[in-house]
């Protein structure tokens, strides 16, 4: 069965997400269209934040990331 190519590559930054220590226990929704990224849920820090912004934004093909996750302690 061939998976679409806009879902193979949610499944790669998805699992890239899940192996990401600093990423443990956050909720972060990754929507893909047209090169663009966008993020949204919620982790425990900025540092997080951040980390989540890097990983989808060193994703192959992504061009740009619109990252609207929040920080919650």
Known sequence: MLVPLCTRR???????FVDEALLKGSDINVDA???VVTLKGTVKSDAAKARAA???GG???VKTVVN???VRA
Do not use: L, M, N
């Open 10 to 16: 949610r499944s790669a930054r998805s699992a890239k």
């Open 33 to 35: 269209k047209d090169r």
């Open 59 to 61: 994703t192959e093909g």
């Open 68 to 70: 609207q996750i929040v």
């Open 54 to 56: 890097a990983i989808a």
